[in-house]
């Protein structure tokens, strides 16, 4: 079973096509090769360091808080 994390996109490099992405207060690199048209302050679902589809930010805060209670975050 896989488990991708919502984060929030803080940074943009279009030339590299990768992102700064914020999570529970960490900054991680991540490539955006699998998606289209990012921008910053876009959430979108994280996993093994690639961005594999944007989510809602209604979607990415229930998700993040049911994290967050499961003591994960």
């Given at each position: 079973?896989c ?5 929030q ?12 992405v914020s ?7 991540i490539?955006?090769?699998l998606?289209?048209?990012?921008a910053?302050?876009d959430?979108?679902l ?11 930010i ?11 209670e499961?003591?994960?975050?």
């Amino acid at each position: 079973m896989c488990l991708a994390i919502p984060a929030q996109i803080t940074e943009l490099d279009s030339a590299t096509e990768q992102a700064i992405v914020s999570v529970g207060g960490v900054s991680k690199t991540i490539s955006l090769a699998l998606i289209d048209d990012a921008a910053i302050g876009d959430y979108v679902l994280i996993h093994v360091g690639y961005a594999l589809n944007k989510i809602s930010i209604e979607e990415a805060e229930y998700t993040l808080q049911l994290i967050a209670e499961m003591g994960l975050l």
